[in-house]
């Protein structure tokens, strides 16, 4: 009777520990997905000279890079933070050819991440 307590109390430490991870995985993909779309948005609207519209993107982006965490996304995180900080600021100043380079470059990071994230869970 206590062996069958224990198996099925380490059977449910084992469930629960998976879908805590499953779920951290989940919120990685969206926190990603989101950064990158909104990125994206900025992108967009930085072309077309609306810079209030490429600030609220470009924020709502870094809002979202700033969850992305774990040893994968290295300097590619810190380059699409700097990046969009960086957009926002001189999309303030008027400078929009300047936030679409920035906005480019966070995007190409974000990509970068994204690529790496979903890569290691094929290979898992």
Not at 11 to 36: C, K, M, P, R, Y
């Amino acid at each position: 009777m206590k062996k069958n307590i224990a198996a099925a109390l380490v059977i449910s430490a084992l469930v629960f520990s998976g879908t805590t991870a499953f779920a951290a995985d989940e919120q990685q993909l969206q926190h990603i997905t989101e950064a990158l779309k909104h990125a994206q948005e900025a992108l967009g609207y930085a072309k077309q000279g609306h810079n209030d519209v490429l600030i609220e993107h470009a924020e709502e982006a870094r809002k979202h890079a700033k969850e992305i965490t774990g040893v994968d996304v290295g300097l590619d995180i810190q380059h699409a933070l700097g990046g969009l900080r960086i957009a926002v600021e001189l999309a303030q100043e008027g400078d929009n050819a300047g936030a679409v380079r920035n906005l480019e470059e966070a995007i190409a990071s974000l990509d970068s991440i994204k690529g790496r994230w979903i890569a290691a869970r094929v290979h898992k």
